[in-house]
């Protein structure tokens, strides 16, 4: 699974679009959610539309948090189509979001 983004930079409370694809046709995405790392912010649930044939979309957004940026991590919850079952995988990277656009990199 990889996933991407439409923005270069993820700002608190302003919506970004998210894109997830499955090349295996093993794998169906059912579900998920992201939460945050470095401090609880609670759990924003992913609607996933499918995008073309290996891909899906979800649109979401964070909401603002009293620290420049933060971490996040996805979940998401597969179907395994060979073995008829739902397993939970999650994503083996975390994101950082930003407050706003004072506290981006200094590169940008």
Same mark, same amino acid.
């Given at each position: +699974?990889?996933?991407?983004?439409?923005?270069?930079?993820?700002? =608190?409370?302003?919506?970004?679009?998210?894109?997830?694809?499955?090349?295996?046709?093993?794998?169906?995405?059912?579900?998920?959610?992201?939460?945050?790392?470095?401090?609880?912010?609670?759990?924003?649930?992913?609607?996933?539309?499918?995008?073309? =044939?290996?891909?899906?979309? =979800?649109?979401?957004?964070?909401?603002?948090?009293?620290?420049?940026?933060?971490?996040?991590?996805?979940?998401?919850?597969?179907?395994?189509?060979?073995?008829?079952?739902?397993?939970?995988?999650?994503?083996?990277?975390?994101?950082?979001?930003?407050?706003? +656009?004072?506290?981006?990199?200094?590169?940008?």
């Amino acid at each position: +699974m990889n996933i991407q983004f439409n923005v270069r930079y993820l700002i =608190a409370e302003a919506p970004f679009e998210l894109y997830v694809s499955v090349p295996n046709e093993r794998y169906t995405i059912k579900r998920g959610y992201m939460e945050g790392v470095d401090m609880f912010m609670g759990k924003i649930p992913l609607f996933f539309d499918a995008h073309t =044939a290996e891909e899906v979309i =979800a649109e979401s957004m964070f909401g603002s948090c009293s620290q420049d940026k933060m971490q996040w991590r996805i979940w998401l919850e597969v179907i395994d189509k060979e073995l008829g079952e739902t397993v939970v995988q999650t994503v083996s990277f975390t994101i950082t979001s930003y407050r706003g +656009m004072k506290a981006l990199p200094a590169s940008s």
